[in-house]
């Protein structure tokens, strides 16, 4: 079952990052990254005084957020997202998925999971296993990590690429990606609406 899911989210993911590389203006695509995250597509920007005004203002709209810059600052996040979205699933609800992820297709995706996912207890925070968590990027907009999860109160795992992003409630999921190779980086660089 889990298969099915990670497979659904996969193709929703990749429907976003063709949406996401859809020319427009170079304005929308301006990131920062961290210096020790991992060697990202760096997009091309204006002159220097346009990208620090661009910087100036991302900084200014998201004051409160923090850089993740350790394993296990990125772990908690993940746990309480993956947490929302068993939770959200297990119960059928759908404003508790909302608060987890950043796309209506994510929406959607558990939507299709209400009834069809199997659990064997209901979702507990504690018996969330997430194990080889690497941070592929981390920057003020978009977390991307590598991690393989399983859950005591679910059968089977799964391991890939989730890519978060920080909208007006916190970190978000925006796409799952089964293998490192993938283009997950074009959710990082989409525009984003903060909320699904």
């Known amino acids: 079952m889990i298969r099915r899911l990670v497979a659904g989210l996969i193709v929703v993911g990749l429907a976003v990052g063709i949406w996401a590389l859809w020319p427009r ?6 990131t920062t990254t961290l210096p020790a995250a991992v060697d990202s597509t760096t997009s091309t ?25 350790t394993v296990e600052e ?17 119960n059928q609800d759908e404003d508790r ?10 929406v959607d995706a558990a939507r299709r999971q209400f009834g069809a996912m199997e659990f064997l207890a209901s979702p507990a925070s504690d018996q969330i296993t ?13 977390l991307a990590t590598w991690i393989a ?8 795992s799964a391991q890939g690429v989730q890519v978060l ?17 993938d283009l997950w980086e074009a959710d990082c660089e989409s525009q984003f609406e903060s909320s699904p």
Not at 25 to 30: K, Q, R, Y
Not at 75 to 90: A, H, M, P, S, V
């Open 25 to 30: 203006d170079d304005s929308e695509t301006a």
């Open 45 to 69: 920007s204006a002159p220097s005084t346009t990208s620090t005004t661009t910087v100036e203002s991302t900084t200014t709209s998201t004051s409160d957020v923090h850089v993740v810059t």
């Open 74 to 90: 990125a772990e908690t996040i993940l746990r309480e997202l993956w947490f929302g979205w068993f939770e959200g699933i297990y």
């Open 97 to 106: 998925i909302k608060e987890v992820v950043g796309t209506h297709a994510m």
């Open 130 to 142: 997430l194990s080889n968590l690497e941070i592929l990027r981390s920057d003020q907009t978009c």
């Open 149 to 156: 999860l399983s859950a005591t109160f679910r059968p089977g």
């Open 165 to 181: 992003r920080y909208g007006n409630s916190g970190w978000v999921f925006v796409g799952f990606w089964a293998n490192r190779e």
